[in-house]
Structures are given as structure tokens and as C-alpha cells.
């Protein structure tokens, strides 16, 4: 009999599927994946990428790199529709109630992302790598949204 290996955490096997989402990315910069999850329950995922329907980065190029923009700035340049952004906006489409929910996210959101996600009322996001964007803290702190930050290993798959 196979020695099966540890069971994963609640925690870890959600951030393990933001890994996964964040596999279809089509970003040049940076793979980002998103599950928002309530109840032990998964409601949508996201990845960050270009609007349905568009050219991707890897198709066309990535006008933020080109300009040789810092990480954390000018986010109004990036064709990608984040990844947090997009497991709302799957949220929305089909009619999935994500208020009181908790985000599992390979990267600490920006700013712009975290405005959203205080105004569809996350209440934790674990994330896996930080981000350099200190008004996304000072935003998230004021509104009592919790960042935790996941420092266990993500296992191979």
C-alpha cells in the first residue's frame, strides 16, 4: 500500500489553487492567481491576463516593461485585468455572493484591488508574496480588511 503524503490544511490547499490560476496567466511580469472562497467553499478563481476577447501581453507585448515602469506603479498602463479583479467580476457574472467571503491570492493585491475588495466586503486575503504598494496596507488597515501573510511552502503538483 502507497504511503499517501500529508493532507493539506484548509489554507494550503486553497493557496495551492490560486497557484494553479495563476498558471493561465498570460502576464509577462508577474503570474498572479486568485480563489475567493467562503464556507470551505470554492465560489470563483481568477488569473491576471487581458480582457476576453483581446490580444494578450504574450501576443503583443507589455507596454508598463517597454517604459521600463517600477513594480507598483502606473497600473492604469496595463492592458491585464488582475487577477483579484477577475474572480469578482466571474463573481458578478454569475450572480455568486462573495460578501463575508475570504481571498487565497499568490501575490499581496495593489491598491486598485484592494479598494475592491473592501467595497465587496472580503473580509481576509492570505497571500503568498508581498507587493510593494504601502497605500494597499494603509487602505486595508483603516477598513479592517486582514492581509495575512502565507509563509508555508506551496508543494510542487
Known amino acids: 500500500m502507497m504511503k499517501r503524503e500529508k493532507r493539506p490544511s484548509w489554507d494550503s490547499y486553497f493557496m495551492q489553487l490560486a497557484?494553479?490560476?495563476?498558471g493561465r496567466s498570460t502576464c509577462l511580469r508577474r503570474q498572479v492567481g486568485a480563489v475567493i472562497?467562503?464556507?470551505?467553499?470554492?465560489?470563483?478563481?481568477?488569473?491576471?491576463g487581458s480582457p476576453s476577447g483581446l490580444?494578450?501581453?504574450?501576443?503583443?507585448?507589455?507596454?508598463?516593461?517597454?517604459?521600463?515602469?517600477?513594480?507598483?506603479?502606473?497600473?492604469e498602463i496595463c492592458r491585464a485585468v488582475h487577477a483579484e479583479q477577475n474572480a469578482i467580476v466571474q463573481a458578478a457574472?454569475?450572480?455568486?455572493?462573495i460578501?463575508?467571503?475570504?481571498?487565497?491570492?499568490?501575490?499581496q493585491p495593489c491598491v486598485l484591488c484592494t479598494k475592491l475588495?473592501?467595497?465587496v466586503g472580503i473580509i481576509r486575503v492570505f497571500y503568498r508574496y508581498p507587493y510593494p504598494?504601502?497605500?494597499?496596507?494603509?487602505?486595508?488597515?483603516?477598513?479592517g480588511l486582514q492581509l495575512i501573510h502565507f509563509e508555508e511552502d506551496i508543494p510542487k503538483l
Open 19 to 22: 497557484h494553479v490560476a495563476a
Open 37 to 48: 472562497v467562503k464556507d470551505k467553499q470554492i465560489l470563483t478563481t481568477g488569473y491576471n
Open 55 to 75: 490580444q494578450h501581453c504574450e501576443q503583443i507585448g507589455c507596454l508598463r516593461q517597454s517604459l521600463d515602469v517600477p513594480s507598483g506603479e502606473r497600473h
Open 93 to 97: 457574472k454569475h450572480g455568486v455572493a
Open 99 to 107: 460578501t463575508g467571503a475570504d481571498l487565497y491570492v499568490t501575490h
Open 117 to 119: 475588495l473592501i467595497n
Open 133 to 143: 504598494d504601502q497605500l494597499a496596507l494603509e487602505m486595508a488597515k483603516e477598513a
